[in-house]
């Protein structure tokens, strides 16, 4: 037995789905499915991922954009992790991500992950 097969017999056990996705991906946990083509094709896709309010997001913290700012230095900056440059994006309704560090001097919302709050004086 490799690795990843005892690394699923172990999550399995535990009740936890194995996931196609790494920990810090914005798809984590979201469900894959499967489509039967015209022509008998199995094609498989990942559902659709809704992104939460604004007002489900707990604000850190605002950054002043900065010339030259970009979003993958700004979440490892305050997110720890340059890749969750997406959790930056969810917490500002970005669909455009360069649009939040275009401007010098516009603000920036750092939130905390999805479902997590802070206090409630933050």
Known sequence: ???NQ????VMESAGLKPSLFA?????QGIDTATLVAADGRMISYVRRRFVPPLAEHSLM???AVLEGD????L???YLGDPELFWRICDA???LRPAELTETPGA?????LPHGITGPADA
């Open 1 to 3: 037995m490799d690795m």
């Open 61 to 63: 913290q605002q950054h």
């Open 23 to 27: 920990p810090n991906s914005r798809y």
């Open 6 to 9: 005892a690394m699923r017999m």
């Open 70 to 73: 970009r979003l993958d230095n």
């Open 92 to 94: 500002n309704d970005a």
């Open 75 to 77: 979440s490892a900056r």
């Open 107 to 111: 603000k920036v919302n750092i939130a």
